[in-house]
């Protein structure tokens, strides 16, 4: 296979993750047609962050460059694309807001 086919039949794309801590974007080759969630299972993020275990990464809200996903599962990677795997929400924002305002952390 000459390299003009690889690069026909596969792309470039980015997963990523973070915690409060720590970070880690994996850098994968997959091939074309390949959804976010194939990509997000691809990049084997349990082995990195296994207190989250596989089926936080399976179910988790994803995104492209900040942008939600609405169906992860449909939605085709295209060449550079980052997805990004959302952690829920640790405080309710309103309520963090109203805790700054009455001069709490």
Known sequence: MAASDIEQTHINVEVAFAEPHRQHIVA???PSGTSARDAVAMADLPTLFPERGT???SHAPLGI???ALREPAR???VEGDRVEVYRPLEVDP????LARARGGD
Do not use: C, I
Not at 94 to 97: D, G, P, S
């Open 28 to 30: 994968l080759t997959v």
């Open 55 to 57: 089926d936080f990464f």
């Open 65 to 67: 460059y900040g942008q």
């Open 75 to 77: 939605h085709t990677l």
């Open 94 to 97: 309103k309520q963090a807001r």
